[in-house]
């Protein structure tokens, strides 16, 4: 008898085991169904979604997960596909954009030394400013904005960075260059020094910032911070050149970063080509 009963619960276990995995596969196959539509309306985030859950919930459906990888790929190539749409209509936008701006700037590129070229406001070229001190600007071709304390004067400050500050007390200030003779770098001639602290993309991102968001008629002062005590006042045409290639900064730079995401999205869709015909 107890044998008996040991074969029936046993049937019974399979029975429900059967049972179960039927369960899970119908459940499994049903969110197969939901993100294949999902993935033909172009919703590629919550297909993604729903294929992940798929693989997470029922890691012995293999047969459907084998399915679902496959849709994960072509959900993939949907969004390059998608990607490279969106990059080809705002690509010329931009560009467009670029032309009207650069007619204000001087392109300069060293061929034996500079790998990528810079616009730099006319009125900024050091030819135009040979010994005196000025607050210089320019942004280079992937977009990345530069600003440069430069010092002349008979004597060294030795200074390493740069706040800009309005009569009201507000302030922005970059972070400290140390002298290195490339960033920071200094030299003497005939009796004068000339000191040039450069600060690159995300070191000079709050001061320019700052003159994007002030008045336009507000004196802002530019002091040379970490040495000596010396400081100027940015004169109009200062400001409007920092303004105008903080500008094309931000256009050089959506352009780069469009162009990039377009080869990014062409190589991942030959990617997966392979991997879908294999």
């Not at 001087?106 to 070229?117: L, N, P, R, S």
């Not at 304390?149 to 740069?162: A, D, E, K, M």
């Not at 007390?169 to 450069?198: C, H, K, W």
């Amino acid at each position: 008898m107890v044998t008996v009963y040991k074969h029936l619960l046993m049937a019974i276990v399979i029975i429900f085991f059967i049972t179960g995995c039927d369960g899970e596969k119908k459940e499994a196959e049903r969110r197969l169904g939901e993100a294949k539509a999902l993935y033909e309306n172009k919703q590629f985030i919550a297909a993604k979604s729903v294929i992940d859950s798929i693989n997470t919930l029922y890691p012995r459906e293999i047969t459907v997960r084998k399915q679902a990888l496959t849709l994960m790929r072509l959900v993939e190539r949907g969004e390059s596909e998608r990607n490279i749409s969106f990059c080809d209509s705002l690509i010329p936008i931009r560009i467009s954009d670029f032309n009207s701006m650069k007619k204000e700037f001087v392109f300069e590129k060293d061929t034996a030394y500079d790998v990528i070229g810079k616009f730099i406001w006319k009125t900024m070229t050091v030819e135009r400013n040979v010994q005196r001190s000025y607050i210089r600007c320019g942004v280079d071709e992937s977009g990345e904005m530069y600003m440069a304390s430069v010092y002349f004067g008979s004597s060294p400050i030795n200074h390493t960075g740069l706040t800009f500050s309005t009569n009201d007390g507000t302030f922005a200030s970059t972070p400290s260059i140390p002298y290195d003779g490339g960033l920071n770098y200094r030299f003497q001639d005939m009796g004068s020094t000339t000191e040039v602290v450069t600060y690159k993309g995300n070191h000079c991102k709050e001061i320019a910032n700052f003159v994007m968001i002030v008045n336009e008629k507000e004196r802002i002062k530019a002091a040379y911070t970490g040495g000596k005590a010396f400081s100027l006042f940015l004169s109009e045409s200062d400001k409007k050149a920092i303004r105008a290639t903080y500008e094309l900064a931000l256009v050089l730079s959506d352009i780069d970063s469009m162009q990039r995401e377009r080869t990014r999205s062409e190589k991942k869709i030959m990617l997966i080509d392979q991997k879908l015909t294999n």
